[in-house]
């Protein structure tokens, strides 16, 4: 089972910045947060992932609480592309990937 | 550079018959692993290398499904006497090694199986 809750649609304007929540109350000390995305008949797509400190790369930004129940994920300028289905994952047993229902993002002109 | 490449991309083939499932994972990575996806469903792991080796083969559903990889580098997947609850996308990811949490996952774009 997924250890992680996310809400199940969001919606934001082309341009505008997306936050997607993420709550993990149950990670341990050495568990990462990972997200990814997946576009309708595509593989899943590696976004970004973080252990404690925040994260940025070229495609998003990770803020990680401090006792580090729950982070978010930002879009910083959400396009038309950007929308797909978004997944939190807390890397369980080193190395299998479980996928919960993730969050349906929406991005609309 | 090129990513995880997976063929053929599309698969409909009769029940009862063998199908074989190649991913070319990214050059250098040491760690490859296999998924199974059902149409509107969350990923379901199978099995993964790490070299040649497979420490992990707890997800594979039976002993119909086996997996090899040769030269740390291609890995075929193969099932045989599908069954019509075998089709599913069946998904390819490879990492720089297996070790930790630390190691992204990037994934192919899968092949679309369908068992008639």
């Known amino acids: 089972d997924a250890k992680t809750t996310q809400p199940p649609s969001m919606d934001c304007a082309e341009g505008r910045a997306a936050n997607l929540p993420c709550n993990h109350s149950?990670?341990?000390?050495?568990?990462?947060v990972y997200w990814y995305r997946q576009i309708h008949s595509q593989g899943p797509q590696y976004i970004i992932h973080g252990l404690k400190n925040n994260e940025t790369n070229e495609m998003a930004s990770l803020i990680i609480t401090e006792d580090r129940k729950s982070s978010t994920l930002i879009l910083p300028h959400a396009t038309l592309r950007d929308t797909a289905v978004y997944y939190c994952i807390v890397l369980e047993y080193g190395n299998k990937l479980v996928f919960g229902a993730g969050t349906i993002l929406r991005v609309k002109s | 550079g090129a990513g995880v490449s997976q063929s053929p991309s599309n698969k409909v083939t009769e029940k009862g018959k063998d199908v074989e499932l190649r991913c070319d994972p990214i050059?250098?990575?040491?760690?490859l692993y296999w998924y199974r996806q059902r149409l509107g469903q969350g990923l379901e792991f199978l099995i993964y290398?790490?070299?040649?080796?497979?420490?992990?083969k707890s997800g594979l559903p039976s002993d119909r499904f086996s997996a090899e990889r040769t030269g740390e580098s291609v890995s075929t997947l193969t099932i045989q006497r599908t069954q019509q609850e075998d089709s599913a996308v069946y998904l390819c990811a490879s990492s720089l090694t297996a070790g930790g949490g630390n190691q992204p996952q990037h994934f192919g774009d899968g092949t679309r199986l369908s068992i008639l």
């Open positions: 050059s250098g990575h040491t760690a």
């Open positions: 290398f790490q070299g040649n080796s497979a420490p992990d």
């Open positions: 149950t990670i341990s000390g050495n568990e990462y």
